[in-house]
């Protein structure tokens, strides 16, 4: 990869983040470019969803007031992993290229969106790294309890995106677009689905993501994750809904009569995973 002048590097958290600066530090090392970490705090006004519906003015300046301290305590902590990392590569800090043949890095840190921010910046470099966290099993009871590790980070939060999702299940149930809908929760996909399944003698076949690792996928407990049921018939308005907010979505499977399958591999039924079945 020749011709690699400036490569951008979008940090949104420590968790998600240390990776992706090493891997920003390794690539601008072997290539000797100038590297800019970007780090966008959000706008404490965008996550206030329902400011003017019954809130009153304590309760928003409290909620303002927590974001910003959340936002701020977020880029403290990317900051730090920043200056670390340059120490350990000796890596010169300057707002520019200082040399065709010497690495450099510098540190941006704005208050905004993130996408449009890193649209912006990303048109003034060559190479961009983003970092998102989709093998995420930090403090989840399957960590926990299957590999004995109590001691881990908190699972992925990024409050912009509870806010799109509260938007996004205000405008579902307005258009009674679906049936049910349970936030992922402890023990990940797979328990949220079974604690919906066994009271109702129902199972599910489901299908994983073949680009994340099957554990994460199925007990992860990284937020920001919600299973909805959408009847058939409404399955077209439904996906209209989510392309229009520009919301990721993935179809998970179906319900069946009892049986669970994963990957098109069974693994009994519900009816029999109960005490005294």
Same mark, same amino acid.
């Given at each position: 990869? &020749? ?6 590097? /979008? ?11 090493? &891997? ?123 590999? $004995?590790? $109590? ?9 912009? &995106? ?10 579902? $149930? ?64 439904? /996906? ?8 990721? =979505? ?16 069974? =693994? ?10």
């Amino acid at each position: 990869m &020749t011709g690699v002048k400036t490569l951008l590097a /979008v940090v949104p958290d420590v968790e998600g983040g240390l990776p992706t600066l090493e &891997t920003a530090c390794i690539i601008g090392r072997d290539l000797a470019c100038h590297v800019r970490v970007l780090h966008v705090r959000p706008d404490p006004s965008s996550a206030l969803p329902l400011m003017g519906e019954a809130m009153s003015g304590a309760m928003i300046d409290q909620m303002m007031a927590t974001c910003e301290k959340e936002g701020t305590a977020r880029a403290v902590r990317v900051r730090g992993i920043f200056d670390q990392l340059i120490a350990r590569y000796d890596i010169p800090q300057t707002d520019e290229p200082p040399g065709p043949s010497e690495m450099s890095a510098a540190y941006i840190e704005l208050i905004g969106q993130e996408d449009e921010a890193a649209v912006s910046y990303g048109r003034m470099a060559d190479v961009v790294v983003i970092g998102r966290p989709q093998d995420d099993i930090a403090s989840s009871e399957y960590l926990q309890f299957y590999h $004995n590790i $109590n001691e881990s980070p908190l699972p992925y939060f990024d409050i912009n &995106t509870e806010v799109l999702i509260q938007k996004v299940l205000r405008v579902l $149930n307005e258009k009674s677009l679906v049936s049910s809908a349970s936030p992922v929760g402890k023990g990940g996909v797979f328990f949220t689905l079974l604690r919906a399944a066994i009271p109702n003698g129902l199972g599910f076949d489901i299908t994983t993501d073949a680009e994340t690792r099957k554990d994460a996928f199925l007990f992860g407990e990284a937020m920001g994750r919600i299973i909805v049921d959408v009847d058939p018939d409404k399955e077209d308005e439904f /996906v209209d809904v989510l392309s229009d907010l520009k919301v990721p =979505f993935f179809t998970l499977g179906h319900i069946t009569k009892g049986e669970i399958r994963i990957d098109d591999e069974s =693994f009994g039924y519900t009816g029999k995973m109960t005490l005294g079945a």
